[in-house]
């Protein structure tokens, strides 16, 4: 056990540092600031609110992530497909799973890293009023599970092809529709010719609603349980995936 | 060290790999050779483990592939085709990464990459990008990651591909070296390996085993193994005649033996010839057969027939 843990351990760290040393990670932090920057800032009206919260900031995280997370997640199994080195790994000794768990668990600290330095607009939004912190690291917690089941989701399209391209595209697909599907727009096109229940059991794979508990503060453990399900069912998708790819 | 029985492997309705058994001893270096798409990357990547059999059994070290993958992984050192590494990592960086998969650490893994970068010739280029060599070293850097745990098994997809010929040498006398204690399978379409390096080599051609022996048994197998060919002032066709069947090929004098068998006699009974009819030669030889011709014989028709 403390074994297969270390093999994780070691296959998150090479992949972790391979983001940074290539610009690609840089360049994603440098975008993602600047994006959460404005939406928080000019799009999402943090002074006008007037209030000394980050809803402002959390509440564009949805919409964010769904470009932002599958450009971090689509290289992770196509490019291991693609320059063959998926053979050289898996014929080391591990198991896929070990292998699955310490790739998404790197990219997902690397997203947490990018969160993480986020933090000047708790420091703002601190000095400029007396916010309820408590409500803020809830956000955060939240804005994490979110970004990993995204992600979980991008690990599976990447799983899926050798094409990075292909991978993005089918993972912005995948994360859209979980953010539509509880939409209203989209609810009301559904009832015209589905039963309600349908309609609802569409509509609670929503990410939006699970998300919005995060922001206020309340952490249930029934978005807790969607979010951790949404990515322990990914995970397992890709483990398939991979099977399925290598028997041919 | 190796035992395979049966195996299959088909993707769809095509059988790349059609019931081929073979075994390797520790000790043995087993060459495997056939023409591209013959199955022999199928048949290696069921032996480590990264595509399952459809049918038949792969055992190594006693392990079945199928029950114990890890076990079997952890006694093979493998470098896949094309030879495959992480283009953003350093060549020392790629190795420790190796060596941790391994379960490596400390001195023991300083010394297992200070081992392998000796072996592959890797110091002049530890700390460069991988993106940044050239082929002939991406290749080396990837054979070093196979030799880092000192594997009791290798299995080396087309090992010498891609180097140059003071490289491919350096790296049959390193196979050949491996295999006086390990079980070392390697792939090749270049037959002058065989001798460089194989004790054994197995001929494969669309997914069976064609052929299997040491490689003076495969020469053997050759039409022209056993003939005597012989050239000089004075040597005439007529009078070799009735030791054989005689081809003239490029002004020498060719004879085949009637009987395979007492090949041994020829040389020599070709030699009392001479000395009788007063000939000055200037060659004789007896042909061992050539390789080539024998993998072409053998696995030519079917390439024809597609």
């Known amino acids: ?248 | 060290m190796i035992r395979i029985e049966n195996l299959v492997k088909s993707f769809g309705p095509k059988r790349a790999v059609d019931g081929v058994t073979f075994n390797v001893e520790r000790g043995e270096v087993l060459g495997f050779l056939g023409p591209n798409g013959a199955g022999k990357s199928t048949t290696m990547r069921m032996i480590t483990g990264f595509i399952p059999p459809t049918e038949g059994k792969v055992a190594v070290g006693g392990y079945d592939v199928t029950e114990s993958p890890l076990e079997v992984k952890r006694l093979i050192g493998y470098l896949p085709e094309a030879a495959p590494s992480y283009p953003d990592m350093t060549v020392h960086g790629f190795l420790a990464f190796a060596a941790d998969m391994r379960g490596l650490s400390g001195e023991a893994k300083n010394k297992a990459i200070g081992r392998v970068v000796e072996l592959c010739f890797l110091s002049s280029v530890l700390h460069q990008g991988i993106d940044t060599l050239s082929k002939g070293y991406k290749h080396r850097a990837c054979l070093a990651q196979a030799l880092i745990h000192d594997p009791e098994v290798l299995v080396l997809d087309e090992p010498t591909d891609g180097l140059d010929p003071n490289q491919k040498h350096e790296v049959r006398n390193l196979i050949r070296d491996l295999g006086r204690s390990k079980a070392v399978v390697f792939s090749t379409h270049i037959l002058e390996e065989v001798d460089a390096a194989c004790t054994r080599a197995i001929i494969i051609d669309r997914g069976r085993i064609v052929a299997n022996g040491t490689p003076a048994e495969l020469r053997g197998m050759s039409g022209l193994a056993g003939a005597v060919t012989v050239s000089g002032q004075g040597v005439s066709a007529d009078k070799l005649a009735p030791l054989g069947r005689v081809e003239v090929v490029d002004g020498a004098y060719r004879v085949f033996p009637a009987d395979k068998a007492a090949a041994g006699e020829l040389a020599r009974e070709v030699a009392e010839l001479a000395t009788r009819e007063g000939w000055r030669l200037e060659a004789l030889r007896t042909e061992e057969g050539q390789l080539e011709e024998v993998f072409r014989r053998i696995t030519l028709p079917d390439t024809v027939k597609k």
């Open chain 1, 1 to 248: 056990m403390i074994s297969a843990w270390k093999t994780v351990r070691t296959i998150a760290r090479r992949e972790l540092t391979s983001y940074f040393t290539s610009p690609v990670a840089y360049v994603f932090l440098v975008i993602f600031l600047l994006l959460t920057g404005f939406f928080t800032f000019t799009a999402g009206g943090f002074f006008e609110r007037g209030e000394a919260s980050l809803a402002s900031f959390f509440a564009w995280h949805p919409w964010l992530y769904l470009v932002l997370v599958p450009a971090v997640g689509m290289r992770l199994w196509s490019e291991e497909r693609r320059s063959g080195t998926l053979e050289l790994l898996l014929t080391m000794p591990v198991t896929a799973w070990q292998a699955i768990l310490g790739k998404f668990l790197a990219s997902w600290a690397f997203l947490a890293i990018a969160l993480a330095l986020t933090f000047p607009v708790v420091l703002t939004v601190n000095v400029l009023g007396d916010p309820d912190n408590g409500v803020i690291a809830s956000g955060y917690f939240g804005s994490l599970l979110l970004a990993g089941s995204y992600l979980a989701l991008t690990c599976m399209t990447s799983a899926l092809t050798r094409n990075q391209v292909v991978a993005f595209i089918l993972g912005v697909v995948i994360c859209l529709f979980l953010i539509l599907c509880g939409f209203n727009p989209v609810t009301d096109l559904l009832t015209r010719w589905a039963s309600p229940a349908v309609v609802d059991t569409v509509a609670a794979f929503s990410v939006i609603p699970h998300f919005d508990g995060f922001q206020k503060g309340v952490i249930d453990t029934r978005d807790l349980f969607y979010f951790l399900s949404v990515i322990g069912f990914a995970l397992f998708a890709t483990g398939v995936i991979l099977r399925n790819h290598r028997a041919g």
